[in-house]
DNA sequence: TTGAAAGCGCTAACAA
DNA sequence: TTGTTAGCGCTTTCAA
């Protein structure tokens, strides 16, 4: 895992602490204080001591640190996908939060893999990194995240919560969401709703799924659900036999962002009119819903607060001394909002000001 | 750099070479050979050993290795907006790829600061890292960056070159990609045709420019540069003062989609038809360009292409043995492509499938 | 207030 | 084929 020799042809070799000793004319423990601003140095003698650090170019090696036991000043970052807007800002966020606390942040895009995600989280804990921020794309085997945490590692999940262990998470009210929309649609005379979208195992998609299922129940409606529209080819399956049937649905509520994009753009190839003869409302708001014709209604999520909070209570986690230490896991839930715009059939005057993700 | 101490309570302590030297009987040195699958091991003792690490849960303390002066199996990468969904596609690209690779891959979102951009490449060559992709928001100061490759870092830039450093560089076409766009304009009999954008130093940006007006010119065209539009506002008041002209534009460039959208978006309120009352085509290829009504034209760049052709030059310098250590650094050049679609006013006949980001 | 010595876990160099 | 020794650069005793 490290690779075998990295000596370049000229490696300039970075003085240490010992020929700074030398030239100061003290012993290293007392360069060792200095550069920890240990109190008992006696400003004379630290005087020396930078001064030859200056006149070196010293710059302390991270890596005795790590061998004596210190943890890296990184933390990791595990999302199922980075080149999801979504997970992007996330990252965006936590990047900065992570550098201003002066840790760089390493980023792995899992793929949804799950079991990737377990071992890049067993390579991070061997790393030595001082925490980890983890969403995961299912379940992660209980044991080796477990000894991972044991090991030194403080984990916070986000997004989706890590099942069967007591750590800390931040969640979005993905059901309560969900059941806004659809209770939205209902209340624009809606009967036929349909749900739509894919990857239903998925945590924050099998949330929102509850949700519509509880909103469509509890006016005695009948659940129409389509879990399988990944791609624009399905979403146009779809779209095809879903108007050929006897009750047609005349409104739809999609799980996700790209379940919605190619759902929008489906309806556009087909020339269904949204939101007269089929109303839409999106889980996920994006950049361009109040641009596209018509402005698309969605339940939005902030993925800045959403990845802010985690970060905080890493922080507070990796921070953590003494009697803390055993803290008990917080659990934080963030709203989801239903923006209104156009495509749900109703009038433009948002419940909330639309502010994309 | 280094947490102060990183011992939680009861930190389960993973056993050493040592350790497992002593339980299957042999050497420190035998136990690293199997470690480091040196070949000359006795079948049998290799056996013995790897029986010993089982038994004991043994894990590689990566930290000594980098001690010893090796290199960490890490690569950074340096870009100016995470958050961007071009550089998230990017980042996510060269995170896989490294990870496939060996490498973890440390990000940092720069905010388009400089200066923070010097300073992490100079902490990332502390670290140690294996290599660093950069994407610049500027001009670096030449001799730090020098200093950080002397040091032993690898450096490739990408999207945008390295200046007044010959380092190895992947840069797209940004000016004949903005050249084909306004001759297309053009083409359509449009004569009035502004440059719209903002930050015009950033290298893509400029050399967009500079394409918009070497075409404009080849064609005895007037420019009319406007790059201060970057957020709605900007856009809603460059639309309304265009409008007031006498000789308004008929046609429009847009330099980039930030600028794109925020345009799309103050048009549409102000409803100028597009193509018939403006025709615009924009530089970056989006998602959604197809949904859009109209469907938008744009010049689009692979962002995946662009970071597999600069992790692959890296994963090359890096692995440079011997003679080919002093290789002359290598710059590549990926082309943009012209996706047409509706909002220049010609018909949906793409010259080239749309395939977006 | 300062310093010398003893490692942290590993591997390169040498011996056997 | 295997083992011993001597550090890598730093911090933690403990002593001065």
Redesign the interface.
Known sequence: ????????????Q?PTIREVARVAGVGVMTVSRVINDHPAVKPKTKKKVLTAIQQLGY?????????K??????IGLIVP???D?FF??C???I??LA?ES?Y??????S?HDVELETQ?AE??A???L?GLLLVTSGTLDVNRIQ?VI???LPIVAFDRPLEGLGTDAVLIENRAGAEEAVEHLISHGHKRIACVGFDSEAYPVAERVKGYRSAMSAHGLRPYLSMKVDCLEAAMNWVDSARLKQDAPTAVFSTNYRTT?HL??AF?ERKVKIPSEVAIIGFDD???A????PPVTTVGQSAVDLARRAFRLLLDR?EITGSD?GRSPEKILLPATLIVRESCGAHPRSKKTAEPV
């Open positions: 895992m490290v690779q075998k020799k990295g000596i370049g042809k000229s490696q300039r970075t710059e302390r090696n991270e890596a005795a640190g790590l061998l036991g210190q943890r890296a000043m990184m996908d980075l080149s807007i992007a800002h990252a965006n966020t990047e900065k550098r002066g760089l942040t390493l980023i792995v895009s793929g890049q390579l991070m061997r790393r030595k001082s000894r044991e090991g030194g994009v929008l753009r556009s994006f950049e361009l109040p641009v596209i014709a990796i230490v």
